[in-house]
């Protein structure tokens, strides 16, 4: 495995993390956004985004991925590769992380939010100064274990071009014959960073719990 | 009283706990078909020192024979081993326990948790074992419950079901570490009313409790532990009446 | 209307790919469970040096990306002088991803058993293989459902990423039918509908053991 090589995918790694991040971003809000509404009073709303939800975390994030990419031109939607990915991970992640953010708000203790009423805080205030700070803090660990699920899926964008990590290791195995040192190698890059990032949730998990006492509910 | 002749017999049982001294030196001879009640403030180290008999807890230091055999340790003098984990597990098939918390088996039925040891360890076959798991649960009371799960009953069931499984076993000895301690005080009476049949049959028994008239009523023996080591030896009336010892006199007048 | 048309006409490639996918998930639980609990038993009762290299290695092992163990898998095979359909790297990367993360759930399963069912157990003289078997394992398999529950239907959409590596399973069968005809919303939909209905399976399955659960914890 020459330098150069080893550099493409590096490069891909980078993109793939790239891809990732963006994900994280938007998914992660767009996931407790889900949440309120199928807690919140709308009609239709919250069965709606259950059957999504539903749907979503039975299929297979590579049929997501092709089913994006392929089907929503039909529907006017049409996306180059990159967006096409980013849509996918951020649908997929959201509907995750929905369910997480659910069970919080649906186990955040009632007298809390009564105490808040009785003092005369509307239920949006109520939200973002008492349920959302403490929701947060507490599903820490869940949330970041869905992080990690997002950049080890990512690498499946690959399937509609997107030049990440994969395709980069795939493009090398052709050059040379050899493809399985370069995947080797991708392996190694890319379990490094996850195993980083696991390793990073530990010792924040750790910090929030001393400094906030139990952290979970 | 010789070893052999002895139900249970304790020579030098010491346990250090990081550095802690939670049992020194004890000495005891307990004949068998008796019931010897372990009395002493919290702390004393009773529940360790029952939990020795049986080697749960393995002591620093001393032996510990059950009908004149030695349990977690083997050999004689100067040549002990420590028991491999068969051999220990068959020596405590003569000795039965009965824990504060029950201890039931959760996934079983009553007539399960009553049948598991003497099928699955003894290797009895599974009908006879049944027979007789009935016949036990018919003496403590709870026949109608022999094939409902533990957590449908209340605590004072569960206890008498412990007592069956341990009865199951036919054993040498029964331990009971504070039977009645996690329980309800309306259903003590009924616990207590199980151990005194057994007492009355001639079990031979050692009690952990804090049931202080319970055990003047049914002891053969009171054991006052304090401070981890043996204060007191004697039968409830002398014990109760005329304790030798000050810090007997203090647990017995202001428990 | 023309998209399900070609997908009743395609029915046998759908058939093929669901066989395929469901081959996969079974024969890898088939393996990983075993091998899983397994597992699962070093964690808990190895001694220590083993034990934490164990643990390491677990570990590790839930960082890797599935798809890029399965091409190393895919590639490293025919390295080892055995040329297999690629079916069969596909178990092969299915089942030692799916037993690092069940040897995982098992072991907190296990340490969920209450410590004072294990201790009377051994007050009791059961030995060390009749607790697992007896105490141990039963409770597990019913509180443990849901958990392992979620990793089946997790195994389940991981299988869909062999179609990179070119195994025909139901993913595969889909994007054929799509990109042979032209009407790409109806394969895909199917394919969607099987897997959910899989998915339905697993969670009823699920909510038999919590019934299950119910009756005897309470």
């Known amino acids: ?217 | 009283m010789a070893e052999t002749d002895a139900a249970i017999s304790v020579r030098g049982l010491c346990k250090d706990f990081d550095g802690f001294e939670v049992l020194r030196d004890i000495d005891l001879d307990l004949a068998p078909g008796t019931t010897t009640c372990i009395l002493g403030p919290s702390g004393s180290g009773k529940s360790t020192f029952l939990r020795c008999l049986n080697w749960l807890e393995e002591p620093s230091a001393g032996s510990v024979h059950i009908d004149g055999k030695p349990i977690g340790r083997s050999g004689n003098g100067r040549a002990t081993r420590p028991m491999a984990r068969r051999e220990l597990a068959s020596t405590r098939t003569s000795i039965a326990m009965v824990f504060q918390h029950f201890a039931l088996w959760p996934h079983l039925t009553v007539l399960g948790n009553v049948t598991e040891a003497p099928v699955h360890v003894l290797g009895r076959p599974k009908r006879e074992a049944e027979e007789e798991g009935r016949a036990i649960l018919a003496r403590v009371g709870l026949t109608e419950k022999a094939d409902v799960y533990p957590h449908t009953l209340s605590g004072g069931q569960k206890q008498r079901v412990a007592i069956s499984r341990a009865l199951a076993m036919r054993p040498k000895v029964i331990l009971f570490d504070e039977p009645t301690s996690a329980l309800d005080p309306e259903m003590v009476g009924e616990v207590l009313s199980v151990i005194r049949e057994l007492a009355r049959e001639g079990l031979t028994m050692v009690i952990v409790t804090h049931e202080m008239s319970f055990a003047r009523e049914i002891a053969d023996t009171i054991v006052f532990m304090d401070g981890g080591r043996i204060r007191e030896i004697a039968a409830p009336t002398d014990f109760f009446t005329n304790p030798q010892s000050d810090r007997a006199r203090r647990f017995i007048f202001r428990p | 209307m023309n998209g399900l048309l070609v997908v009743w006409e395609s029915r046998d490639v759908f058939l093929w790919g669901a066989a395929n996918t469901l081959s996969l998930v079974l024969g890898c639980l088939l393996l990983s469970i075993p091998i899983g609990i397994l597992g699962a038993v070093v964690l808990t009762e190895a001694p220590d040096p083993l034990r934490r290299l164990f643990a390491e290695a677990v570990d590790l092992l839930r960082c890797v990306p599935f798809l890029l163990l399965a091409y190393v898998v895919y590639y490293g095979l025919p390295e080892l002088g055995l040329r297999l359909d690629p079916w069969w790297a596909g178990l092969m990367s299915l089942t030692v991803y799916t037993t690092a993360y069940l040897a995982e759930i098992f072991r907190a399963a296990f340490r969920a058993v209450a410590p004072d069912n294990i201790e009377a157990a051994h007050a009791f003289g059961l030995s060390r293989s009749l607790i697992y078997r007896r105490i141990i394992l039963p409770q597990v398999a019913i509180t443990a459902a849901p958990v392992i529950g979620n990793q089946v239907i997790t195994t389940i959409r991981d299988s869909a990423l062999l179609m990179i590596i070119t195994v025909q399973e139901l993913t595969f069968a889909a994007n054929f039918v799509s990109a042979n005809h032209f009407t790409p919303f109806a394969p895909f939909a199917a394919a969607v509908g099987l897997y959910l209905l899989m998915s339905f399976v697993v969670e009823a399955g699920v909510r038999r053991m919590e019934r299950v659960r119910k009756g005897r914890y309470g």
């Open chain 1, 1 to 217: 495995m020459t330098w150069p090589a080893i550099r493409t995918i590096l490069d891909g790694a980078v993109v793939t993390a790239a891809l990732a991040a963006v994900s994280i971003l938007l998914s992660l809000p767009l996931g407790l956004l889900l949440a309120l509404l199928r807690e919140g009073r709308i009609p239709g709303v919250p069965a709606l985004l259950a059957a999504f939800v539903s749907l979503v975390r039975a299929t297979p994030f590579v049929t997501l991925v092709l089913f994006v990419y392929f089907v929503l031109p039909a529907a006017g939607l049409e996306l180059e590769p990159v967006p096409a990915a980013i849509v996918a991970l951020t649908l997929n992640t959201a509907a995750f992380s929905s369910e997480i953010w659910r069970s919080a708000l649906v186990t955040f203790p009632r007298d809390q939010r009564e105490a808040a009423a009785a003092f005369g805080m509307s239920e949006r205030a109520t939200f973002i100064r008492i349920v959302f700070p403490q929701i947060w803090r507490a599903n820490l660990g869940p949330l970041v274990s869905e992080v990690t699920i997002l950049l080890k899926c990512t690498p499946a964008v690959a399937v509609i071009g997107v030049v990440e990590i994969t395709r980069a290791a795939g493009r090398i195995g052709a050059e040379t014959y050899e493809p399985l040192p370069p995947f080797l190698v991708a392996t190694l890059i890319y379990t490094a960073l996850i195993a980083t990032l696991v390793r990073g949730q530990r010792v924040v998990e750790r910090r929030i719990a001393r400094r906030f006492g139990l952290a979970r509910p």
